[in-house]
């Protein structure tokens, strides 16, 4: 079969397939829209999440603070009246705080406007006594609302800790009260400016079948999505509208075909031998590259540095990590490797920009400096344990003392490498010899 009628076919071939894919991409639009638009309102309802909590959070702090003065006051409740008055001075998100022995309202802060509220036997109501038995079973602090108070009228937020005694016995409840405007007033403007769209949060109101609406921007009809809010212990909902959008049928085929025909015939040749190019370098990069430090490896010195330049002209330098045999003993391999990642990145973040180190093996290294004799080479290795010394490589390890000891080699034009590195690796045992953490040049005779 000739060439040309065979790719002719082929195209055929994919032309028909993918005008079956693009069909089945229309048909399935609307549901993979839908998981597409829950996956980025849920992203939203976490930032509001994060906003409503941020708002609660020192209500429910001061909430906290007075049950434990309280607690600390021997469970006066007649004398809270000067340090509920501080309190809410010094949490003025809080509208008022109260106190309720034995589920009863006793004490309330500030009393003006809230008399209503004393003697209320909050455990006797039936509008309350769901959301207070809630918090008593999980011994948790629950934020109900908005609901009317019984004082007002007015729509607030109350947020309810049970207080237990010594002994474990529950000695009743402490409350702390936000109105629902003032909420409003703090939130609105951080919840508008994450999201632009239509949508609406209810809050959690356990002793009625339905939700009252805490806030909504926009109208939010039928079509929409709700997710859960969860505000500490309470169960709140948000809902988003999601307008359907319509679907241009031919319009989808026509774009889909072209793109998918462009991609498969014009780039996809291209893109696998793309493919193959980036696999052949990974493969090379890996076999040239330490796995622990990051650091080039022999492999990589050989053929990419000797191969080229079989007599290097620079100065070597062999680096070895001082009783490091000492620290896998002490510390384990586990620290060892540490020790040796992060002494590598200690290296290099103070090296020149053209020098090039290697792991050599274990916890030796090779450094590569070109254009550097062996005097100026000395003079930046003892640089370098100056600074190692005031320098702790490892922060779970303060009294970790690393050091190092080196042999440096400034190689001559006619010198076989394997030469070179040899009287490097003898003055880097000479600089052992010496006591370790120190420099040793090797000179020629």
């Known amino acids: 079969m000739p060439l040309t009628l ?44 994060t906003i409503v909590d941020d708002r609660f959070n020192t209500v429910v702090l001061g909430t906290e603070t007075f049950g434990n003065y309280l607690k600390l006051n021997d469970f006066n409740w007649q004398s809270m009246d000067s340090y509920a ?16 022995p034995n589920g009863v309202v006793q004490f309330i802060a500030p009393l003006a406007g809230n008399e209503g509220a004393i003697g209320h036997d909050i455990l006797a109501d039936d509008k309350r006594k769901i959301g207070v038995t809630r918090a008593l079973n999980r011994s948790k602090i629950i934020i109900v609302g908005p609901v009317k108070l019984i004082q007002s009228g007015q729509l607030a937020f109350i947020i309810r800790r049970p207080i237990f005694d010594l002994d474990g016995h529950c000695w009743g409840l402490s409350s702390a009260v936000i109105s629902l405007d003032s909420f409003i007033d703090e939130v609105a403007p951080q919840l508008a400016s994450r999201y632009r769209g239509n949508f609406a949060i209810y809050g959690d109101h356990p002793d009625i079948a339905q939700q009252y609406q805490v806030y909504q921007q926009g109208v939010v009809d039928d079509s929409n999505i709700t997710l859960p809010l969860a505000v500490f212990d309470s169960k709140w909902t948000v809902v988003f509208a999601t307008p359907k959008t319509p679907l241009n049928r031919q319009r989808a085929i026509g774009f889909t075909l072209a793109v998918a025909v462009w991609l498969m015939l014009i780039v996809g040749k291209q893109r696998r031998q793309q493919r ?132 440096i080699r400034q190689c001559q034009p006619t010198n076989d490498f394997e030469d070179e590195l040899h009287r490097a690796d003898l003055a880097l045992y000479r600089a052992k010899q010496q006591g370790r953490n120190r420099c040793v040049i090797d000179r020629d005779q």
């Open 6 to 49: 065979r790719s002719n076919i082929i195209a055929l071939c994919l032309l028909g397939g993918l005008l079956l894919v693009a069909e089945l991409v229309i048909t399935k639009h609307n549901s993979i829209q839908q998981r597409l638009n829950q996956q980025h309102y849920r992203s939203i309802t976490n930032d509001f999440q």
């Open 276 to 407: 193959a190019s980036a696999d052949v370098a990974a493969l090379k990069n890996g076999a040239y590259q330490d796995f622990l430090t990051g650091l080039h490896n022999r492999r990589w010195l050989t053929d990419c540095v000797l191969a080229k330049q079989p007599h290097y002209r620079g100065t070597l330098v062999m680096i070895d990590i001082d009783h490091f045999k000492s620290i896998n003993d002490h510390h384990g391999h586990a620290i060892g490797d540490q020790v040796l990642q992060k002494f590598a990145h200690f290296l290099s973040q103070r090296l020149r920009q053209q020098d090039r180190l290697l792991r050599w093996g274990g916890e030796e290294f090779l450094l590569l400096m070109d254009n550097v004799d062996a005097e100026a080479a000395h003079d930046i290795l003892q640089r370098l344990l100056h600074q190692l010394a005031d320098h702790r490589l490892l922060e779970s390890l303060p009294t970790l003392i690393i050091t190092f000891s080196a042999g």
């Open 85 to 100: 008055a501080r309190l809410l001075r010094n949490y003025p998100a809080i509208d008022s705080i109260a106190l309720a």
